[in-house]
């Protein structure tokens, strides 16, 4: 079988496929529904993986991966849509990865997403940040709030991202999207001049270091929305992450700005649905209320789950009772629900299957029973 670009991506297309990946030695592999599946055909070899390249990797993209020996870019391929592509070698040999991006933004609903997604887009400043383990749709969030502003709000929007997914067309508002390595160097020195373009709206793809992180706040201080992600499982996690990459000399003034400028977090999980049809999204959300505020500034961020659990008036909700919610809907299978959970006995309780431990002395290990 003579495998081309086109061909794997229509088909990865045709078949739902979140992601494609071209590794030596079997038929493309795609990502269905978060799990892995193998394409049947034959084999990739070397030169095959090497001619594919030269399909997929612009000019000027080209000496970057040879010096560099990875790169990640977008491109738009007639009939798919965009796709971002990581190149890396395996063996020295070049293999890649490819997302499918999105080809039109979804309505929340469709989605999954909470309702206070749109309130915050209202926001004239501060910062909110989406959160979550790669591949849980951060990047499909933020486009979503992107294009909500774009079209209820005359601003000005500038993203930086790594790379572009989604390309947004201005409507009330103008987009700037900025590339990684396209048209900026990098995420830290994009944002030292991007405050200078007049923005009102800064969308930045990932906070990764120090200088990118202080000048969020900095930026959300100064009367700009902020949005941004991160890599971390979950809200109360996110506030830990960002003080604590600071000098600890650094972190309580750090806490205090955090505390004022933060609106809102949202951690996210993807999982599969119980019918096997695609994925669902489990939102925790946690909003800065002025208690939330003091318990930020005192270093007890363990105390705003509480919070989240009794919120729901503000519409906060722990990730422990989404997942309950998404079980009682039928949308996902208890197992799933229980091991994704931050505190399994609470799903069990609240499902009424609460468990008791019980000692064995002879193994020393505990023994679970059903509570009759």
């Known amino acids: 079988m003579n495998w081309n670009l086109d061909r794997i991506l229509r088909g990865a297309r045709k078949l739902g496929a979140s992601d494609i990946h071209l590794v030596r030695g079997v038929a493309p592999v795609a990502r269905i529904n978060g799990e892995i599946q193998f394409i049947h055909g034959e084999p990739l070899d070397e030169q095959t993986l090497r001619r594919l ?10 000496a970057v991966f040879e010096e560099q020996w990875k790169l990640c870019f977008s491109q738009h391929f007639p009939g798919v849509g965009r796709c971002r592509t990581s190149l890396y070698y395996h063996g020295g040999c070049p293999e890649m990865a490819i ?3 999105e080809m039109a933004i979804r309505p929340a609903d469709e989605l999954g997403l909470p309702s ?11 910062l909110v940040v989406v959160t979550g383990p790669t591949g849980v749709g951060k990047t499909t969030t933020l486009n979503y709030m992107i294009d909500v502003i774009n079209q209820s709000r005359r601003a000005k929007i500038v993203t930086i991202e790594d790379p572009v997914e989604y390309v947004h067309q201005n409507n009330r508002s103008i987009v700037i999207q900025q590339e990684v390595q396209t048209d900026v160097k990098s995420f830290r020195e994009a944002l030292v001049h991007v405050l200078r373009q007049d923005p009102d709206v800064v969308v930045i793809g990932e906070m990764r270091d120090l200088e990118t992180i202080q000048t969020a706040l900095t930026a959300a201080e100064t009367g700009h929305l902020v949005l941004a992600t991160l890599h971390t499982p979950d809200a109360v996690q996110t506030v830990q992450r960002i003080y604590s990459v600071f000098p600890a000399e650094q ?5 205090v700005q955090l505390s004022s400028v933060l609106r809102a977090v949202i951690a996210q999980k993807l999982l599969p649905r119980a019918d096997g049809r695609g994925r669902v999204l489990a939102c925790e959300v946690l909003v800065t209320t002025p208690a939330v ?14 919070e989240m659990q009794t919120g729901k008036k503000h519409q906060m909700q722990t990730m422990d009772n989404a997942l309950l919610d998404l079980y009682q809907r039928g949308e996902i299978t208890y197992d799933l629900a ?3 959970c931050r505190d399994p006995n609470h799903l069990r309780r609240r499902t009424g299957d609460e468990v008791e431990e019980e000692f064995n002395w002879e193994t020393d290990l505990p023994l679970r029973r059903n509570r009759l």
């Open 53 to 62: 390249l030269e399909e997929v990797l612009p000019p000027k993209q080209r």
């Open 99 to 101: 997302r499918l991006c």
């Open 116 to 126: 206070i997604l749109d309130e915050l887009t209202r926001l004239p400043n501060g």
């Open 251 to 255: 972190q309580n003034a750090i806490v």
């Open 293 to 306: 505020r003091v318990h930020l500034r005192e270093h007890k961020e363990h105390q705003c789950y509480n």
């Open 338 to 340: 229980l091991t994704h």
